[in-house]
């Protein structure tokens, strides 16, 4: 059974620091990774998809890396402001319809 | 059309009523998926329709039936809820079900359901 996880699960940082958020999975054998982004309460915003056979993918201020054979991911966030406090999930895809097997995710605020 | 939409936003009922959720998508997408999120956890898949067939269902209760009644629609009927139940269903769609590693799945904003 496919488990991933994300670390650190809460982080505060001041506006203008880069950052970055983990995932690691246990089962390699994915089609592809995405990154999401949820406000208290809402649903989930699409950030980034990366496929199995790329390692990394860029939109914005955002880069998203995969190592596939060692189960990892990261999304690194270059000068971070306020309105980047969220919720951000990892999920990994999987299996027919790309199953989406979510991370436990990392909450972050960005202060002034 | 770029979006998911889902209704009601809220919704409270009591355990001996029969409701449904509702969403839809006019992005031409023929995948779709019901999730259930549970406060300060992450979702967790529910069902998945492919080309408006029935693909996955992952072990969910009886008292939770969805519909797929065309390419654009996802329902679900709920009936007979326990207080448990109680948490933000969340509906997302993907083009295609059977393209792997393109497969990128929208979300909508989701419906906070409340059991009394």
């Known amino acids: 059974k496919q488990e991933v996880t994300q670390i650190p699960a809460a982080l505060s940082v001041p506006e203008g620091e880069n950052l970055v958020l983990n995932c690691s999975f246990t089962?390699?054998?994915?089609?592809?990774l995405q990154w999401f982004r949820q406000d208290p309460g809402k649903g989930l915003t699409s950030l980034l998809l990366?496929?199995?056979?790329?390692r990394e993918q860029t939109s914005g201020r955002l880069n998203a890396s995969l190592d596939k054979s060692s189960g990892r991911s990261t999304l690194y966030i270059a000068a971070s402001q306020p309105g980047d406090s969220a919720t951000y999930l990892c999920?990994?895809?999987?299996?027919?319809?790309?199953?989406?097997?979510f991370g436990t995710g990392t909450r972050l605020q960005v202060t002034l | 059309d770029t979006e998911v939409t889902q209704t009601p936003k809220h919704l409270v009922m009591g355990m001996t009523n029969k409701k449904s959720l509702k969403c839809e998508q006019h992005?031409?997408?023929?995948?779709m998926y019901w999730y259930k999120q549970k406060a300060k956890k992450p979702p967790e898949l529910m069902f998945v329709?492919?080309?408006?067939?029935?693909?996955i269902n992952e072990s969910v209760p009886s008292r939770f039936s969805p519909e797929c009644p065309n390419s654009s629609l996802l329902n679900l009927h709920l009936h007979a809820l326990q207080p448990e139940d109680s948490a933000l269903y969340l509906c997302?769609?993907?083009?295609?079900?059977?393209?792997?590693?393109?497969?990128?799945?929208?979300f909508g904003p989701g419906t906070r359901l409340t059991v009394l």
């Open positions: 992005m031409g997408h023929r995948a």
């Open positions: 329709y492919s080309y408006e067939k029935l693909s």
């Open positions: 990366i496929q199995s056979s790329q």
């Open positions: 997302a769609s993907s083009l295609r079900p059977d393209s792997g590693a393109y497969n990128e799945q929208f």
């Open positions: 089962d390699s054998a994915i089609y592809n």
């Open positions: 999920a990994v895809g999987t299996g027919t319809a790309s199953k989406l097997t």
